[in-house]
């Protein structure tokens, strides 16, 4: 295969990834116009219209914890399929749901299959790359992960009037079904297991002919895909020992302990801001959903500084940074409404936030997942339940507390932005102990 081949490969492969990537986003950023819709037909408050977006977020988790496990076992093309054509079956129920409460249990389906494709793009790129080229293969895929969504409040905001609330989960339907076309064409079975490879001794395990692919060398000096430490390949091994290797891991562990907090405090503000923006502070659908596309950019902004900071800096030190930063938005929106600043005090805070949100999501992933590869949907499916989990148990907080003024998202967002923060300095402390011993050697 020539280089131009190869690389025009591994871009389809990307943009597929990218695709797959954005069903979770826009399950959720497509209806957020709506929820003033919801609620005044179904009859429901503030509380009831969020546990449709929390529900959601449960069948993220769930999806997570089990998809990425199985992957290993079975390979990653066939789960990722059959999520893709769940997603677009579920979906379609939802545009015919009879009740907010059969709405939110099709969401948690919903969710569960969205988390098939999440969380496999994941294991799919592990599988395909590692160390700095890792962390460059996410960070492509949030950024079409990022970007696609950022229209997602807009064109629901424009359908609303034209489909309802049913004609949006209509038309996320029909682009869910041209993503799961786009997927069967594109995206190949990238884990030895599914493509029933088996290592040898030496480590020269079948390669699919993506760029960026090198063996990966775990800490303990082990081969980590392919090699002797691992004769029988994942498949082979019993899921209690796949968690078992994942959870011994402390950079894992603590990693996913940030992604959970970064993925609950986006979350948060996206279940909160369709209320606080257009019920507490006036705004129509048009411009709530023009705020949002603002806001969102930040998103974009952080994952794209972020990028090019860890071509140059250790991972540890930028997701300090960036997560310092959510940390001194969410702690002014409070006393910034207090002295009166209104909405052109709160959204800057909310952009901000949203931007070191942006610069933890790809660097939190890629340090997760950076010692898995034997085990990578495993780990994925472990990362995947961890932050959507904590997304789903998080993000109605704000709600179920009343939101009249801006201090019960403010007091959630810089609860997670702390936890964050405290997460990334311990990942630092982290590399800096695993690299002692080494360098004493």
Do not use: K
Not at 10 to 21: D, E, F, K, P, S
Not at 138 to 158: C, E, Y
Not at 204 to 210: D, H, I, P, V
Not at 385 to 404: E, K, R, Y
């Amino acid at each position: 295969m020539t280089n131009a081949a190869t690389m025009r490969r591994t871009g389809l492969l990307i943009v597929a990834l990218g695709l797959l990537t954005t069903l979770g986003p826009l399950s959720i950023d497509l209806y957020l116009p709506a929820f003033p819709v919801l609620q005044r037909q179904f009859g429901a408050d503030d509380g009831a219209v969020q546990l449709t977006l929390a529900g959601m977020t449960v069948g993220l988790a769930l999806g997570n914890l089990v998809t990425g496990a199985w992957s290993d076992r079975v390979g990653r093309r066939r789960p990722l399929l059959l999520a893709s054509a769940l997603h677009v079956v579920v979906t379609l129920l939802c545009a015919a749901a009879p009740s907010l409460e059969a709405l939110a249990a099709l969401r948690v389906a919903q969710g569960v299959a969205a988390a098939g494709s999440s969380v496999l793009v994941l294991a799919i790129a592990r599988d395909v790359s590692d160390g700095p080229g890792l962390v460059r293969l996410v960070s492509r895929i949030t950024l079409i992960t990022t970007t696609v969504p950022l229209l997602a409040p807009v064109a629901g905001a424009a359908l609303l009037p034209l489909v309802g609330w049913r004609g949006i989960f209509g038309v996320l339907g029909v682009f869910s079904a041209v993503v799961l076309v786009v997927t069967t064409v594109v995206v190949p079975e990238t884990h030895a297991v599914g493509r029933g490879v088996r290592a040898d001794g030496d480590g020269s395990a079948e390669r699919n002919g993506l760029a960026g692919r090198g063996d990966s060398v775990g800490r303990n000096g082990s081969a980590m895909q392919g090699g002797s430490a691992d004769r029988s390949g994942s498949a082979d091994r019993g899921t209690r020992a796949r968690l078992r290797a994942v959870l011994r891991d402390p950079g894992f562990r603590t990693a996913t302990l940030l992604g959970a907090m970064t993925y609950a405090g986006v979350y948060a503000y996206v279940a909160a801001s369709p209320i606080l923006l257009q019920d507490v502070h006036g705004l129509t659908a048009g411009q709530f959903a023009a705020v949002f596309l603002a806001n969102s950019l930040g998103l974009v902004v952080g994952v794209q500084v972020s990028a090019s900071l860890q071509r140059r800096r250790p991972n540890a030190p930028v997701l300090i940074g960036f997560a310092a930063l959510t940390a001194v938005a969410a702690l002014a929106i409070v006393p910034l409404e207090r002295a009166g600043a209104g909405l052109p005090g709160l959204l800057p805070c909310l952009w901000v936030f949203v931007a070191g949100c942006g610069g933890c999501f790809a660097g939190a992933a890629a340090r997760a997942l950076r010692d898995q590869s034997a085990q990578a949907g495993t780990a994925t499916s472990l990362y995947g339940f961890g932050t959507f989990a904590a997304a789903g148990l998080i993000a109605p907080v704000a709600g179920l507390i009343g939101l009249h003024d801006a201090a019960p998202i403010a007091g959630v967002l810089t609860a997670t932005a702390l936890v964050g923060t405290t997460s990334a300095v311990l990942l630092r402390r982290q590399d800096r102990r695993a690299v002692l011993p080494r360098s004493r050697a």
